[in-house]
């Protein structure tokens, strides 16, 4: 992984961890959206996308229980 790459990944996995902790589903759209036009412009991988896509829809918005976004 690139320098760059990693710094974009650390910089998304933070907004992801403050999105969900906020509780807003508006910012984890959000930061869902960044994530795919940073996979989209080839600054991270799909993997590294499937990583925040997992983090931010499969454990946020789809389990409520878990996350409680309003």
């Known amino acids: 992984m690139s320098g760059t790459s ?14 969900l ?3 807003s589903r508006d910012l984890v759209y ?5 994530a795919l036009m ?3 412009l080839g600054a991270i991988s799909y ?5 925040l896509n997992q983090k931010l ?3 946020g918005l789809n389990n409520y229980a878990k996350s409680r976004l309003k």
């Open 6 to 19: 990693e710094r974009i990944m650390k910089e998304l996995h933070r907004e992801a961890d403050y999105a």
């Open 21 to 23: 902790r906020s509780h």
């Open 30 to 34: 959000q930061t869902h959206g960044k």
């Open 38 to 40: 940073a996979c989209d």
């Open 47 to 51: 993997e590294q996308f499937k990583e």
């Open 57 to 59: 829809v499969v454990d």
